[in-house]
Every structure is written in C-alpha cells, then in structure tokens.
C-alpha cells in the first residue's frame, strides 16, 4: 500500500509517518522530540508557536 506524504507544520519536512491533529500533520520525529522535550529547553516555546497553527487553522 502506497503512503502519502504530507507536511509537517512543526519542521516543514514531507514526510509519511506521523499524526494528524483537525487536518494538521506531525510528523512522527518531531512528535518524539516535543514529548521529550521539557518546559525548560529553549525549544518548548518553538513547539508551542507552531502547535497554535492547529488552532489558528481551525478558527479560520
């Protein structure tokens, strides 16, 4: 069976392996790298910025 790739609104990259959260898609990677990724690091507010494109993309 033939996977589809689709974008990731976190780090850009097509890519076919992820979750789709209301027709956004993250990638299986950058899914991985936010879990682990403690509010601490200075890459937490980067993954909160492109998170909210779930819900900006919702409201319009």
Same mark, same amino acid.
């Given at each position: 069976?033939?996977? %589809?790739?689709? $974008?990731?609104?976190? &780090?850009? *990259?097509? !890519?076919?392996?992820?979750? @789709?959260? &209301? +027709? $956004?898609?993250?990638? $299986? @990677?950058? *899914?991985? *790298?936010? %879990?682990?990724?403690?509010? +601490? +690091? @200075? #890459?937490?507010?980067?993954?909160? !910025? $492109?998170? #909210? ?5 919702? +409201?319009?």
């Amino acid at each position: 069976m033939m996977q %589809v790739a689709h $974008q990731c609104i976190v &780090c850009g *990259e097509a !890519r076919s392996a992820g979750i @789709a959260i &209301c +027709d $956004q898609f993250i990638c $299986q @990677a950058c *899914e991985q *790298e936010m %879990v682990k990724t403690d509010v +601490d +690091d @200075a #890459k937490y507010p980067f993954f909160i !910025r $492109q998170m #909210k494109q779930i819900w900006f993309k919702m +409201d319009a």
